[in-house]
């Protein structure tokens, strides 16, 4: 198997070389990362020795996934992401969100940043997924946004996906109120995904930040958008899903948030829209019904002396400290 000791000499080098060799969500790799740490697990994988918890043909595909790219295709990977001016986030960083350490072993090995990089470190209760279908109807779009404007107004952070409909909106009237707002992608950072959404996502990573847990230049697929709901789910101390069919990738985002203990918030629609079985559905299942901000958060804000605080000068303040911050820290 090829050398990989001359890239991987550091912890945040060898995170960085695992996302550009191993799918995100290995559950497999997330537990001898856990237990090993990076460095020892890139040992492990260049070794024959058993691996723990895998019988001899296990290991063998777990390490051929080490074997995917060689030694100098890393070294340029992480050499053009420096230049790009992209940083990374892992576990002991000051802005490493804590609450992703409740996926234990589906924790992302690292995550790839452009932007406001402090917000990850806010209070849990702070961010807010808004969620939902691509095809929304007018109805979706005007309540998303409706919605993340008023959180934004309540100082919270807006995270969403960077999709067509929903998410697109709830961004858009976010940066439009002034607020925060997240892009949790399931492509590279430096590949802004849909196409046509390229400006919209270009000013989150100016504005706000965009992150995730795949390397520069990758590309979305069914797999990472999948393994992406977690990130949403866990991000946030709510997930409230707009509009969403049944079978959605917005409700996988639900469940996995009431896997986690987040609160779950649905919006109704009409009995006769494909669009509002989903949140039909979650209302069932006992989530909050969402009709305004105010069933998400204290319609006066934050608590204490920050609520009477100017909301467009406090959020202002704000993100002049999280750009002074976050210029790419620790970027590479």
């Known amino acids: 198997m090829t050398n990989l000791s001359d890239v991987v000499q550091d912890e945040r080098t060898a995170r960085m070389a695992l996302s550009m060799l191993v799918e995100p969500d290995d559950t497999v790799t997330g537990r001898l990362l856990g237990e090993l740490g990076a460095l020892e697990l890139f040992r492990l994988a260049g070794r024959d020795d058993v691996v723990p918890g895998l019988s001899t043909?296990?290991?063998?595909?777990?390490?051929?996934q080490f074997q995917r790219s060689d030694t100098r295709t890393l070294e340029q990977n992480i050499a053009a992401a420096e230049r790009a001016g992209i940083g990374t986030l892992i576990p002991g960083d000051k802005e490493w969100p804590s609450a992703l350490d409740d996926l234990g072993d589906r924790r992302p090995y690292v995550l790839w940043t452009r932007g406001a990089t402090s917000f990850l470190a806010r209070p849990l209760?702070?961010?807010?997924?808004?969620?939902?279908?691509?095809a929304a109807t007018s109805y979706g779009e005007?309540?998303?946004?409706?919605?993340?404007?008023?959180?934004?107004?309540?100082?919270?952070?807006v995270v969403a996906g960077g999709a067509y409909g929903i998410e697109g909106a709830a961004h858009r009237a976010a940066l439009a109120s002034g607020g925060d707002t997240i892009a949790v992608m399931a492509n590279g950072v430096d590949r802004p995904y849909p196409?046509?959404?390229?400006?919209?996502?270009?000013?989150?990573?100016?504005?706000?930040?965009?992150?995730?847990?795949?390397?520069?230049?990758?590309?979305?697929?069914?797999?990472?958008?999948?393994?992406?709901?977690?990130?949403?789910?866990?991000?946030?101390?709510?997930?409230?899903?707009?509009?969403?069919?049944?079978?959605?990738?917005?409700?996988?985002?639900?469940?996995?948030?009431?896997?986690?203990?987040?609160?779950?918030?649905?919006v109704p629609g009409p009995?006769?829209?494909?669009?509002?079985a989903g949140p039909h559905q979650l209302l069932r299942d006992g989530a909050s019904l969402v009709a305004e901000a105010s069933d998400l958060v204290p319609p006066c804000g934050?608590?204490?002396?920050?609520?009477?605080?100017?909301?467009?000068?406090s959020r202002t303040s704000r993100r002049s400290s999280a750009d002074t911050e976050s210029t790419r820290a620790h970027a590479m």
Do not use: C, K, Y
């Not at 934050?302 to 000068?313: D, K, L």
């Open 271 to 276: 009995v006769t829209s494909a669009t509002s």
């Open 302 to 313: 934050r608590e204490g002396t920050e609520a009477s605080q100017t909301p467009t000068a």
């Open 57 to 64: 043909v296990d290991a063998h595909v777990w390490r051929s």
């Open 125 to 134: 209760t702070d961010l807010v997924t808004v969620t939902g279908a691509r």
């Open 142 to 157: 005007h309540v998303a946004a409706e919605l993340a404007s008023d959180l934004a107004n309540a100082e919270r952070i």
């Open 195 to 266: 196409m046509g959404h390229r400006e919209l996502l270009e000013r989150v990573a100016d504005l706000g930040l965009m992150v995730t847990e795949v390397p520069p230049g990758a590309v979305p697929t069914r797999h990472r958008f999948i393994a992406r709901a977690r990130l949403m789910a866990a991000l946030s101390a709510t997930t409230v899903v707009v509009e969403a069919g049944a079978r959605s990738g917005s409700m996988a985002v639900a469940r996995r948030a009431h896997e986690l203990g987040r609160t779950v918030g649905a």
